[in-house]
């Protein structure tokens, strides 16, 4: 009877790690609405941020200032693969490091009103320095550190609590240790692309009413948004021919809206003036964003295309099906033949 009960502790204990850890890891949580307010800031008031597990993971995080966003640099290192085969050199390999920079997404954004105000589940206060080792915090495995309002606040992270619902932080400057939500704090522990915003621009067609085409030596051309008669965002034509090519006009600045971005260019672009050009998008006399567009000219493949906004703040390589309508229509758009 003593055995039957063991076994069913023990299956009780393990279903309930699982469950923790499965809340902990899956999705954005819920915004914490109990607990003790240690930082009363919000999302919105945030400057930077910078978040780091061992050393093998590393995020850091600033406000733009091209658009209101957020660019993330996520960075650590990549342990090497584990080989079937044994091989001679296979102890000299090192583990590969990685960078990553890149607009955030507003999934990321949503988060960070999850994290911010930080509230702890529990303020334990100033321990001893066996406490400090039993918490993880002597040597703690990570740091989070934070500016806004012009004022810096960093905590030391020390050991997850058992079953990893919760990890214990101390405030670096008053020493004050807390019990803090895991799951809220796994919001900044991820490996890119996680986060990426794929989006090029950040605007609906019925924001705008005036598009300039401007492509150098390949032509300009205006285009001009006819309101439609109901609720619809109307149609683009050409500004000095409504009739001409209307159709494709009208798909191919939608293919432009439409664009996504597979990932954030690291190297410098420097687009040839065949294959370049900048779209000026405006509502009135504003100016909203401008659009610049590149592709390898040379290539059979006219999918390596690259754009860069406003928005994204960096060139970003496109997703191959918009960039080949982009290319495929342009002499249309252009000159309406």
């Not at 918009?322 to 252009?334: E, S, Y």
Request: net charge neutral; charged share 30%.
């Amino acid at each position: 009877m003593s055995l039957h009960r063991g076994l069913i502790g023990h299956a009780i204990a393990l279903a309930l790690a699982a469950a923790a850890a499965w809340w902990v890891y899956s999705g954005v949580p819920e915004k914490p609405q109990s607990g003790e307010v240690i930082l009363d800031w919000g999302a919105q008031e945030l400057s930077e941020l910078s978040f780091q597990i061992k050393a093998s993971r590393r995020l850091s995080l600033r406000r733009m200032e091209t658009s209101d966003g957020f660019w993330l640099v996520v960075e650590g290192e990549k342990p090497p693969l584990k080989k079937t085969v044994p091989e001679t050199h296979a102890a000299d390999e090192k583990p590969k490091s990685y960078r990553s920079a890149y607009r955030a997404s507003r999934e990321f954004e949503k988060g960070l009103e999850k994290l911010l105000p930080l509230r702890a589940e529990r303020k334990l206060g100033q321990v001893d320095d066996a406490k400090l080792s039993e918490y993880g915090l002597d040597k703690p495995r990570g740091h989070l550190r934070m500016l806004a309002k012009g004022k810096q606040v960093a905590f030391r992270i020390g050991r997850q609590s058992y079953g990893g619902a919760s990890a214990y932080l101390q405030h670096e400057e008053t020493a004050e240790v807390f019990l803090f939500s895991s799951a809220v704090l796994n919001l900044l522990d991820f490996r890119a692309p996680r986060f990426m915003e794929r989006r090029v621009l950040d605007l609906a067609l019925v924001e705008l009413d005036r598009i300039e085409v401007l492509c150098g030596p390949r032509g300009a051309r205006k285009l001009v948004r006819k309101a439609g008669q109901d609720a619809s965002d109307g149609r683009w034509v050409a500004a000095d021919d409504p009739e001409a090519e209307a159709e494709q006009i009208d798909a191919w600045v939608r293919h432009v809206s439409r664009m996504r971005g597979l990932e954030y260019m690291d190297e410098v672009v420097q687009p040839e003036p065949k294959s370049f050009c900048t779209l000026r998008l405006s509502r009135g006399d504003e100016l909203v964003e401008e659009l610049q567009f590149t592709w390898d000219a040379m290539s059979e493949k006219k999918n390596q295309a690259k754009a860069r906004s406003r928005f994204t703040g960096a060139w970003v390589r496109v997703d191959p099906f918009h960039a080949k309508n982009f290319i495929g229509d342009l002499h249309r758009v252009l000159s309406g033949d």
